[in-house]
């Protein structure tokens, strides 16, 4: 049966515009991006089959363009959407942080370091500047490091700050295991950077840690 034969309100297009994106599957969000599938499997089938044999969705996401264009489904012109959706969701993340914008949501914060952060293999450390109104003012990887961390040093960051003529940052750092719980090591850096930062009265906001799902803050749990 071909997805136009499904009843409207199970068609992905259809229940998109009518109940949201977040209802849908990741299958079915894919499967939007095919248009249609392979032969005799209609386009949720080969976005499961996509996902089965080369997911979940992170890891399928973070391939390369060219390695993306070989896999079953998919193919230049597909991958080409998707690698500028994927784009699109990053630029929109960057958008209200590179217009200046006040960063009122701590939220935000998240989504910016989750989108510049995850995927990277090793583990890496970086830094948003921000004015004294937390306004965004640069945004630089400073360390990185094997797959098991990052060696992060504390004048560096300060430097970095004072070079920004920065009034506050917020850090983060991915864990490439995708586990984002904390570790001591994490809590002890924080630790020192805000003690080495406000010796020039410059304020650590927040420590984020980047893994699968929702970045988890430090500063939420007490710990900046």
Same mark, same amino acid.
């Given at each position: 049966m071909h997805i136009r034969d499904w009843p409207s309100s199970e068609r992905p297009r259809e229940k998109l515009l009518a109940r949201g994106a977040a209802v849908l599957s990741d299958a079915e969000l894919l499967a939007i991006f095919l248009g249609s599938g392979l032969r005799g499997r209609d386009a949720v089938a080969t976005a499961r089959d996509l996902l089965n044999a080369h997911g979940p969705l992170r890891a399928l996401l973070e391939r390369g363009p060219a390695e993306l264009a070989e896999l079953p489904g998919l193919g230049p012109a597909? @991958?080409?959407?998707?690698?500028? /959706?994927? %784009?699109?969701?990053? !630029?929109?993340?960057?958008?209200?942080?590179?217009?200046?914008e006040a960063l009122t949501d701590p939220q935000a914060a998240g989504?910016?370091?989750?989108?510049?952060?995850?995927?990277?293999?090793?583990?890496?450390?970086?830094?948003?500047?921000l004015d @004294?109104?937390?306004?965004?003012? /640069?945004? %630089?990887?400073?360390? !990185?490091?094997?797959?098991?961390g990052a060696e992060v040093h504390p004048r560096e960051v300060v430097r970095r700050a004072l070079a920004h003529n920065a009034a506050a940052l917020i850090v983060g750092h991915n864990h490439p295991s995708g586990c984002s719980e904390?570790?001591?090591?994490?809590?002890?850096?924080?630790?020192?950077?805000?003690?080495a930062l406000a010796l020039v009265d410059v304020r650590l906001l927040d420590h984020l840690v980047v893994g699968d799902g929702a970045p988890v803050s430090l500063a939420a749990r007490g710990w900046v």
């Open positions: 597909r @991958t080409s959407r998707l690698v500028a /959706a994927l %784009e699109l969701c990053g !630029r929109y993340l960057a958008a209200g942080l590179e217009r200046g989504r910016y370091f989750a989108q510049r952060l995850r995927g990277h293999a090793h583990e890496v450390f970086a830094a948003l500047f @004294t109104r937390h306004r965004a003012l /640069a945004f %630089e990887e400073l360390f !990185r490091g094997t797959v098991d904390p570790s001591a090591a994490d809590r002890a850096v924080t630790v020192q950077l805000k003690r």
